[in-house]
């Protein structure tokens, strides 16, 4: 079971990036899934999570209304849309499925992990 993580790179800020994360060999249509990061020297942090259905979400206070979290499904993937980025978002993100339908904001929730796709923001 794989997630691969990708859309990383280096935007000034202002600027915009999209994750994407593509589940390989199982299915995560029934799971909670959540992008996490981690910037050097600071310990991993909740970004957005999603329920399996798409009805519930959560935000880090420090990126609402700035990025949003989105899945599709059908193709097995979530997304992580990033807008106004600033230099403090720099940081390595990880996508992240949970066993149950909502992992929340639980580290210990989430089973599965993506290999992480870094994004720097330069100012």
């Known amino acids: 079971v794989q997630l691969q993580a990708s859309g990383g790179g280096t935007v000034q800020a202002g600027g915009s990036l999209k994750l994407s994360c593509a589940a390989i060999?199982?299915?995560?249509?029934?799971?909670?899934m959540a992008w996490f990061r981690q910037a050097p020297g600071k310990d991993r942090e909740i970004v957005a999570a999603?329920?399996?259905?798409?009805?519930?979400?959560h935000y880090a206070d420090s990126v609402k209304g700035r990025f949003t979290i989105s899945r599709d499904n059908a193709k097995n993937s979530v997304y992580l849309q990033m807008s106004t980025l600033k230099p403090e978002d720099t940081a390595v993100y990880y996508c992240?499925?949970?066993?149950?339908?909502?992992?929340?904001?639980?580290?210990?929730?989430?089973?599965?992990w993506g290999q992480g796709t870094q994004v720097t923001v330069s100012s």
């Open positions: 999603m329920s399996w259905n798409g009805l519930y979400t």
């Open positions: 992240a499925a949970a066993l149950g339908a909502y992992g929340g904001t639980q580290f210990d929730r989430y089973r599965y």
């Open positions: 060999g199982r299915r995560f249509s029934n799971n909670g």
